[in-house]
């Protein structure tokens, strides 16, 4: 028998509905799936099921941004038998965290993989993949991420096949003889709602485009404001991307001819990420497109990586920064939101680029212009995300604060004058009053 017959033959073997699948995992287990279109659907929904069912206990499912409303996220009632940990929050995993039904995991992203790796027992790894492929191969799709970290610790893997799933050419695989247990599940793949650009998110995304010289390499985080630069781009030439989230700003790039990686110096001419998640047209670019790297998070996130990139730029979003430059991007207060994710990876990497600029961007005030997001001191039990000595540049629609190199007493100059003008004699007062307008 020749090799194709032989995997389509394990295939066949393997082949099983969501539901049967389920029933392998017993109490005390451990599953874990990577991020975004890497969740299987139908299986951890099966699995949900399963554990009401046979009324197991001690049951941990770990993920990474939930795009899917799992019942472990939204019932409380299953805390202790089927319990989540989020290692990065979407609504559904904040919403729990904050109920006390749900965990957190502290982390860094592209620590991801070594910490699967070093602490967490997992008993199964289970991921949505395109099409096996004549040589009896998955493709993880849109995500590099921690996938390869996770397989290798995990005593089992199994596979939901979804034939919307793009292939891509440079991502993980996995191999059919690797694989326990294969279900498949045709569904629409999960897009992300496209962000509104508001005249203040065009206003910052203007700023930061003029500080951006051409042949440039670029990261954008998630947002109105990071999408708002991209499409200010346009203009310029011979950009690059090495990035965290490929999104849809960065489909405009490429198409119009702003982005072609030519410059890079490594994976020149190339555009790498470690997940993908947006709109159909980003799916549609990936799908057999050998322009695309979707590699692991440990590398792609990793600073040093991201350092040997000339004139470096990371644009990345907060919910507040004090007088010090201490970034809040995570939480309000005590209030779980997300997580730290890679905002300090890129600061870190792109401080250390020759020529390399950070910029944390957001608008001025929140609670419809009630609340400054520039403060005298972070909210009582918020998470510092980006450290005052990591922090470079601060934005907002009055202007850009360069806080790197500066002193406290400039620091809070700089942050005040591009606060909005309601709240600058508050600030001012603020900063006297703690003897730092010096």
């Not at 699948?21 to 659907?41: F, G, H, M």
């Not at 498949?184 to 700023?207: F, H, Q, W, Y």
Request: glycine letters at 8%; aromatic letters at 8%.
């Amino acid at each position: 028998m020749d090799a194709v017959k032989q995997y389509k033959k394990m295939y066949r073997q393997k082949l099983a509905p969501a539901e049967e699948l389920a029933k392998r995992v017993e109490s005390d287990n451990v599953i874990c799936s990577d991020i975004t279109l890497a969740q299987p659907k139908a299986l951890l929904e099966a699995v949900a099921e399963h554990v009401k069912a046979a009324g197991l206990t001690g049951v941990k499912q770990h993920t990474v941004l939930d795009i899917y409303p799992y019942e472990m996220y939204q019932n409380a009632d299953l805390l202790g038998s089927l319990t989540g940990i989020s290692w990065f929050s979407s609504k559904g995993a904040s919403r729990a965290a904050n109920g006390g039904f749900g965990d957190v995991m502290p982390c860094y992203y592209r620590d991801i993989p070594g910490l699967f790796e070093q602490y967490i027992d997992i008993d199964y790894f289970v991921a949505a993949v395109s099409p096996m492929d004549k040589h009896g191969y998955f493709s993880m799709s849109t995500v590099g991420s921690a996938s390869v970290g996770m397989m290798r610790k995990a005593k089992h893997i199994l596979v939901e096949v979804n034939k919307n799933l793009p292939r891509a050419l440079n991502a993980p695989m996995v191999h059919i003889s690797q694989v326990e247990g294969v279900c498949e599940n045709t569904i629409p793949l999960a897009v992300l709602p496209k962000a509104e650009l508001d005249e203040v998110s065009r206003t910052i995304g203007g700023l930061i485009a003029e500080r951006i010289p051409d042949g440039a390499t670029l990261q954008l985080g998630i947002g109105a404001v990071p999408d708002a630069v991209g499409l200010a781009l346009k203009d310029k030439h011979d950009l690059g991307i090495h990035t965290e989230m490929f999104t849809d700003s960065m489909v405009e790039l490429i198409e119009c001819g702003a982005v072609n990686n030519s410059k890079k110096p490594i994976h020149t001419g190339k555009t790498v990420a470690t997940f993908a998640f947006g709109s159909q047209r980003i799916y549609d670019l990936i799908n057999d497109n050998p322009a695309f790297e979707l590699l692991p998070v440990d590398y792609v996130n990793n600073p040093e990586v991201i350092a040997r990139h000339p004139n470096f730029v990371s644009i990345n979003a907060a919910l507040e920064v004090d007088f010090y430059g201490q970034v809040c991007a995570e939480s309000i207060g005590t209030k779980h939101v997300s997580g730290s994710g890679g905002q300090v990876d890129y600061v870190r990497g792109a401080i250390q680029s020759p020529g390399g600029m950070s910029f944390i961007a957001f608008p001025s005030t929140a609670k419809g212009g009630t609340v400054s997001k520039i403060q005298p001191t972070l909210t009582p039990g918020a998470i510092v995300t980006t450290s005052k000595n990591d922090v470079d540049c601060i934005v907002t629609e009055y202007g850009i604060a360069k806080l790197r190199g500066r002193p406290l007493s400039e620091r809070v100059k700089a942050l005040i004058a591009i606060a909005h003008p309601d709240f600058r004699d508050e600030l001012t007062f603020a900063a006297k009053k703690q003897n730092i307008m010096i």
